[in-house]
């Protein structure tokens, strides 16, 4: 389908952009109830969703729960059963690491561990940046190698680090299980290799957790250490390329900027801590000529989520709901309102639910979806569709696109 | 899919009408407006909605704007990305014309040239069929012959004509590029071959339009002549021979005549000029009996889409409807209305909008949808699909696929 795109796409003036509100999709907390989206109060949305086309995302398929990586490629176009990337390369990526041929990158999280190495924190309590730097620091003067192998380890933020396995003489698979059991209560797992290649990679991620509970032992709360998601390195084809668009990415979270480098996309430097809205904006604003596609990223409606605090994912939605006129006021063809997956409060996780689309351009048909909600999403006339649609459709809404055969 | 409902088929005598009303998708001229359809008065149709299953079909996939090649194939249960043709060949077929191997059939349109050979108009103001005759009559006279290959050139109607090259001898190619840049204001594009065997066809279209051009130049309109679409011969699988039907076309546009047949219809005979609509209803009852699949095509809702004539496309819409009870009193088992594409007036163009798809037998459950129009079509129980769909509802609708699996 890309190949297809590819060879309809036509370059024009038009901008697209598209909004990703991570984890927007939401649940009620008791059935029959409303969920996050449906309880905000956003009169600018409504007013924007009252013009446009609205519909529902699957982002990968029925019943699957999206990580953010599948989430945001299937967004991007990629086909996420056949473009695997993972959290590590992302996470790695993001913050500025080069990453190599035989390299892998590891995304870990650091965890509280009570007695018998159980899990208590699968975040350690959400430390902060500045305790997250202070105790990779202690790691890198613990951990600068094993058995022989380079051990690079960067900080992210809050519990999130990501370490760097460099074997150049030989390549490391990163075909092997996680530590992180997703659950507390229980141990950290051992990783195990799924294939010859990964079994040096198993043992060093093993000999990594040891030594990190070692050095971190006089730690109430950051005191282990969890990971998942391991990675060699992705090659895709690039996004601008495929689609004739000159890409810029509006994130400011390691990951989000990670995949959209991977796909080609600029990073725009924003400024500002945590999600940085009003920071997004003014990059938005700075850089608006220079693009015609634009990859803004809001961060806090799936933290939220994860947290299970339903009032306060309501909030940060209603926060992107009073930012939404700076983004209008821009005047873009064609704006997408869209989640890379579901993050309902009560369940505390990424979920399997579509997520609400909206597209806002010239070329809406009028539809009966009057908020941008996940029930009134339904009622809209974009349907039910998968994540790989949404680039051809804003291509489209943007006359982007040639037709298809005579 | 194919091969899985070839195997499914069963003969029965009930008789299936699929009416494609081309281009019937439309937009509201104004965002929150009403489209061509909605706006119709169509009590006919409206009453059938009632009591049929409606949903939405995108003909080739989300965002892709279908040719009417690709639109119709489709419709026909043809993947249309695996079935080809060109409109060349498709225009050809339908005019009669017997391509053979080697043979490049190609899609002209008479258009107007201004000083420095800028496009002033790629229709040439839409010359009647008597001066597309006569026009075609001076080029035949001036190229019968170019560079040892054999030029023929046959008239379509209003700017539409066709030239089939012939050189047995050594087969020509069909990859090449359009002339017809698809815009005004600009010159003509020379045509350029993508491959080895299309060079030599590449040389004699841009000598076609050389030579035509010093023929036409004391023409004040229809002087100059735009080429896309170019076709060697495709081979698709019969029909009729895959659905078990007896099938007929009913259309009186070269295209869809030449598309029928090229899936192995049978082209029936319509009396009258332009759409000929009563002319298509009294071809529908002259060979009732004789087909038990019927498809009947309405030409003039996507003219006047192409045209930009909101009203008149409504007025198109409302004479279908006029037209509506005749088709019904036939008493077909399942009758279906659907688009090959939308083709908003507001475009001015075929665009990637699904179309509304209604289906009616006695198999129907009850649905929302209370008129055919896009916005209804959302609430129908048939949902949002492809148009390779379409074929297999419709045989099963009128009792011919078996079971699958025991």
Redesign the interface.
Known sequence: ?LD??RA?VKKTDSKILMVVLDGVGGLPLELGGETELATATTPNLDALA??AQLGQVELVAAGITPGSGPGHLALFGYDPFRYVVGRGALSAVGIGVKLGYGDVAVRGNFATLGAGRVIDDRRAGRPSDEKNAETVGRLKAAISELDGVKVEIYTESEHRFVVVFRNPGSPLGANLSDVDPQDTGVQPLVAEAHDEASKKTAELVNAFVARAEATLRDEPQVNGVLFRGYSDVPHFPSFGDTYGLRAACIASYPMYKGLASLVGMDVLEVEGVDDALEGKVAALRKDWDNYDFFYFHVKKTDSTGEDGNFHEKVHKIELFDELLPQLLELGPDVIAIVGDHSTPSKMQSHSWHPVPLLIHS???????AERYTEEEAQ???????RGT?V???????ALK??????
């Open positions: 389908m297809t795109i309809l009252k013009q010239q070329y809406a048909r009028k539809d009966a009622k809209g006339t974009l349907g039910l569709r649609d680039m051809p459709l804003l291509l489209a809404n696109l040639q037709k298809y055969g005579a």
